[in-house]
């Protein structure tokens, strides 16, 4: 029997995502650049599971294409980025698909939310890919971030700031070893702010799992266990 990529074996076998690293990354539009002053880009990073990070960055300097390479949308950069001891260039769609589903989570800054269709929609088309969470939890995460009355709303018809909150309840509907959140908390007061700081701390606490944001200017209060500079 013919055996099978190594790759997809070492998926298999793990049960945990526990490290994330990039060694010598950078995007490819910024590889003709004569000096790269960055905490992360051209340098060897690690993300470790259990563990919060912020990536403090000004607007195009990459922080986006960051999220989408690790996601595996993208591919044009340099470099080597590594799920454990997996290049991410090796793995396969259907590796990809496993790792969304059970390793990776998401919270992109354009949200990729489906605008015709409910909040509540939206949430429930991700968790009936998962079965996270039971119904009941997933209305609680609502009221707990002040849309308990938008559940039923067209997220084409809610302002941005409650769609950002709509979108970090889809992003809780999985198991996650790694919890990726471009920009959360642009367009959101301090109080909601403060709320998904709570929701997100108790949730990454109970699953064991690393948390990355990245932001400009405005940031989600975490106990970080070390700041970047993008």
């Given at each position: 029997m013919a055996e099978e990529p190594l790759a997809e074996k070492i998926i298999k076998i793990k049960p945990f995502m526990n490290l994330i690293t990039l060694q010598n990354a950078l995007p490819e539009i910024f590889a003709g650049k004569d000096y790269i002053d960055s905490d992360v880009w051209h340098k060897d990073v690690?993300?470790?599971?259990?563990?919060?990070?912020?990536?403090?960055?000004?607007?195009?300097?990459?922080?986006?294409?960051?999220?989408?390479?690790?996601?595996?949308?993208?591919?044009?950069?340099?470099?080597?980025?590594?799920?454990?001891?997996?290049?991410?260039?090796?793995?396969?769609?259907?590796?990809?698909?496993?790792?969304?589903?059970?390793?990776l989570s998401m919270l992109f800054q354009d949200l990729r939310l489906f605008t015709e269709l409910t909040a509540m929609e939206n949430v429930l088309l991700k968790n009936s890919l998962t079965g996270f969470k039971k119904k009941k939890d997933i209305k609680d995460l609502f009221y707990e971030l002040g849309i308990g009355d938008k559940m039923d709303v067209e997220v084409g018809k809610m302002s941005f700031g409650q769609q950002q909150r709509v979108a970090l309840i889809r992003a809780l509907c999985q198991p996650f070893d790694f919890l990726f959140l471009d920009e959360?908390?642009?367009?959101?007061?301090?109080?909601?702010?403060?709320?998904?700081?709570?929701?997100?701390?108790?949730?990454?606490?109970?699953?064991?799992?690393?948390?990355?944001?990245?932001?400009?200017?405005?940031?989600?209060?975490?106990?970080?266990?070390?700041?970047?500079?993008?």
């Open positions: 690690k993300f470790e599971r259990g563990h919060f990070y912020l990536i403090e960055a000004a607007s195009g300097t990459g922080k986006s294409s960051l999220c989408s390479y690790v996601y595996g949308y993208r591919n044009d950069y340099q470099g080597i980025i590594c799920f454990d001891d997996n290049n991410i260039r090796n793995l396969d769609v259907k590796q990809w698909v496993e790792l969304r589903k059970r390793s959360p908390v642009s367009h959101l007061d301090e109080v909601n702010s403060k709320n998904m700081a709570r929701i997100i701390t108790d949730e990454a606490s109970r699953q064991g799992a690393g948390v990355v944001v990245t932001s400009i200017g405005k940031h989600l209060e975490l106990d970080y266990t070390k700041k970047m500079m993008l």
